[in-house]
């Protein structure tokens, strides 16, 4: 069955690095999403992208995030300079249509230091 | 702008035992999703519900939907220990709107 794939799974960084998160999404998906999850609460949507640009973003995704699709297969968010509270679980979803169930990623676990 | 709530936040079950997972919404939505998550694991889906009545069961789980109330409601029937979990609604909010709002989730521990 076709999954959502995420790398690393885990990523230690220093307060101000750059990080790239990867996602390859289910392949016939068209729509792509980013979310966290801060460690015990709720999950929060940051973007969603559809045709080579950004359909919606939260207030949460601001210039210090971005999200590149380089190629046919694989799905970036970078986040510019990581600050502590950008530590949480990150989870790359997929879907066929913006209607459709989104399939998620198992997560990157990021932790800013 | 859109809240999504549910309740109880946190539930211990004995196996056997019948429960019910409530998730209200605040405005109105186009379609309501519920998600399972177990710990340190991803979200996997588990139901979609589009329209007013609509009702989806997979095995000891029921969800159904009521657009009028804002309310969507998960059933657990004759809980057993596999279904310990975190259950998530998520609600997108009625428009040409791709973001899911997500409830805090309820804990469920389910006990011999």
């Known amino acids: 069955e076709p999954e959502v794939t995420q790398t690393p799974s885990h990523q230690v960084t220093q307060m101000g690095q750059e990080v790239i998160l990867r996602c390859v999404p289910i392949s016939n998906h068209l729509y792509f999403y980013w979310y966290r999850q801060i460690l015990g609460q709720k999950v929060e949507f940051l973007v969603s992208f559809y045709n080579n640009e950004i359909s919606e973003k939260s207030e949460i995704f601001d210039d210090q995030f971005s999200v590149e699709r380089p190629d046919g297969s694989n799905f970036t968010l970078k986040i510019r300079s990581t600050k502590l509270e950008d530590s949480a679980m990150y989870f790359c979803?997929?879907?066929?249509?913006?209607?459709?169930?989104?399939?998620f990623g198992p997560g990157t676990r990021l932790l800013v230091l | 702008e859109l809240k999504v709530e549910q309740n109880p936040l946190f539930l211990s079950m004995q196996e056997g035992k019948n429960y019910t997972i409530y998730c209200n919404y605040s405005?109105?939505?186009?379609?309501l999703y519920w998600y399972r998550q177990d710990p340190g694991k991803s979200l996997e889906s588990l139901f979609v519900l589009l329209s007013n009545g609509a009702v989806k069961q997979e095995g000891r789980l029921m969800a159904s939907l009521d657009t009028k109330a804002r309310l969507s409601t998960l059933h657990i029937t004759a809980a057993v220990h596999d279904l310990s979990a975190t259950y998530f609604c998520?609600?997108?909010?009625?428009?040409?709107?791709?973001?899911?709002?997500w409830g805090l989730g309820t804990s469920l521990a389910v006990n011999p």
């Open positions: 979803a997929s879907s066929e249509d913006w209607q459709e169930t989104q399939y």
């Open positions: 405005t109105t939505s186009d379609r």
């Open positions: 998520a609600v997108v909010a009625a428009g040409n709107n791709r973001k899911l709002i």
